[in-house]
């Protein structure tokens, strides 16, 4: 079992209601808002206020990949205002655990994201503090980027590191995913797939979110 999760990041932010409203008829279950800062990524996206609203506007997870430096400042701030679930990068935090441990008592699922070249032994010590692991497939800080052929690799080692810890840990992929690789990411281990321009891509987020739905079932 696999969901889909549609990052806004490629939707038409003026008409948001309506894409997200889109996104929900195709069947996704998670709606992944990407907030960037300018610092620990290359671009500056969205944040508080616009989580606020979007969180009026859907009963979907709302799931909050924080891109910034010292997220221990905003990371509960994210759950106050609606996420359900909100990942810090470990290259951002050097008190990792203690963010965890805070996005958990303000109420959220805690996450933590990983970028392609950080080995997953980095994270391996904060995994029983963690609800989830996002593996970033692309250099975070924009949609659109080319899917990084060995994560595929480390999306594996990542799913056995999680087992033979019998973790509940679940595992999120972002970056580059489509419908023609969804398939073999899915076999890999993931449970949670982001999405930004394979979902909206072409204009309309229903049709986009049921093709990956298709091409991620059929790989058995
Ligand atoms: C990249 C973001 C992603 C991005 C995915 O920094 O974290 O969530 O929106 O977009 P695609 O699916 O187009 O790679
Ligand atoms: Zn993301």
Same mark, same amino acid.
């Given at each position: 079992m696999f969901e889909i999760a549609p990052s806004?990041?490629?939707?038409d932010f003026t008409k948001l209601g309506e894409e997200i409203r889109q996104i929900e008829a195709g069947g996704a279950t998670v709606l992944h808002f990407d907030v960037m800062d300018?610092?620990?990524?290359p671009n500056i996206t969205i944040g508080l206020p616009v989580l606020k609203s979007v969180r009026k506007a859907t009963k979907l997870t709302i799931y909050c990949h924080l891109m910034i430096v010292e997220p221990n400042r905003y990371a509960a701030e994210f759950v106050k205002a609606g996420a359900d679930m909100v990942s810090v990068h470990v290259e951002a935090d050097v008190h990792l655990q203690r963010t965890l441990t805070a996005i958990r008592e303000a109420g959220g699922k805690a996450g933590v994201a990983i970028n *392609?070249?950080? *080995?997953?032994n980095s994270l391996e010590e904060a995994l029983p503090f963690a609800d989830f692991v996002l593996l970033m497939s692309v250099n975070p800080g924009f949609g659109g980027q080319k899917f990084i052929s060995t994560m595929t690799d480390k999306l594996r080692r990542l799913r056995r590191m999680i087992d033979e810890r019998g973790l509940e840990t679940r595992i999120e992929i972002d970056g580059g995913i489509d419908a023609t690789n969804i398939a073999k990411i899915v076999e890999a281990g993931a449970e949670i797939i982001v999405s930004g321009t394979g979902v909206f891509g072409k204009g309309n987020g229903a049709e986009g979110v049921k093709e990956l739905i298709d091409a991620g079932t059929n790989w058995v």
């Amino acid at each position: 079992m696999f969901e889909i999760a549609p990052s806004i990041l490629s939707a038409d932010f003026t008409k948001l209601g309506e894409e997200i409203r889109q996104i929900e008829a195709g069947g996704a279950t998670v709606l992944h808002f990407d907030v960037m800062d300018g610092r620990f990524v290359p671009n500056i996206t969205i944040g508080l206020p616009v989580l606020k609203s979007v969180r009026k506007a859907t009963k979907l997870t709302i799931y909050c990949h924080l891109m910034i430096v010292e997220p221990n400042r905003y990371a509960a701030e994210f759950v106050k205002a609606g996420a359900d679930m909100v990942s810090v990068h470990v290259e951002a935090d050097v008190h990792l655990q203690r963010t965890l441990t805070a996005i958990r008592e303000a109420g959220g699922k805690a996450g933590v994201a990983i970028n *392609p070249a950080t *080995p997953l032994n980095s994270l391996e010590e904060a995994l029983p503090f963690a609800d989830f692991v996002l593996l970033m497939s692309v250099n975070p800080g924009f949609g659109g980027q080319k899917f990084i052929s060995t994560m595929t690799d480390k999306l594996r080692r990542l799913r056995r590191m999680i087992d033979e810890r019998g973790l509940e840990t679940r595992i999120e992929i972002d970056g580059g995913i489509d419908a023609t690789n969804i398939a073999k990411i899915v076999e890999a281990g993931a449970e949670i797939i982001v999405s930004g321009t394979g979902v909206f891509g072409k204009g309309n987020g229903a049709e986009g979110v049921k093709e990956l739905i298709d091409a991620g079932t059929n790989w058995v």
